[in-house]
């Protein structure tokens, strides 16, 4: 069974920073994309970032030039740097795995419990 534990949220004021941790545990042989969704109060849960095992990486508009996102395979643990912040970024964040592969095969759309990300001055 496949865990992912999220860590570093919190309260920010505008123009801060903050960097979120995800890290998955279980057994795991390979993981491909790992990627970053939020979902803010009564809105759809939408992508915010995305980086596969190589390093490529993809950006939603509203966070492209502010947040970086990064992984370290060693430790299959990818990060969200969130730079710049704004109220709009409120929101709860979600660490998203969609193919895991274990000794037993595969495993499918893994999600975080989500950790809360607030914007606020």
């Known amino acids: 069974q496949l865990h992912l534990v999220e860590s570093g949220g919190g309260l920010v004021q505008p123009g801060g920073s903050l960097r979120l941790s995800c890290q998955a545990s279980?057994?795991?042989?390979?993981?491909?994309?790992m990627d970053w969704y939020r979902q803010a109060p009564g809105k759809q849960r939408e992508l915010v970032a995305a980086i596969s095992r190589g390093g490529g990486t993809n950006y939603a508009d509203s966070v492209r030039g502010r947040f970086t996102i990064s992984r370290d395979n060693t430790k299959n643990t990818v990060f969200l740097q969130m730079n710049s912040l704004k109220t709009e970024d409120t929101a709860v964040y979600y660490c998203?795995?969609?193919?895991?592969?274990?000794?037993?095969?595969?495993?499918?759309?893994?999600w975080g419990q989500g950790t809360q990300v607030t914007v606020s001055s």
């Open positions: 279980g057994s795991i042989l390979s993981i491909n994309v």
């Open positions: 998203h795995v969609a193919v895991v592969r274990t000794p037993d095969g595969y495993q499918y759309d893994n």
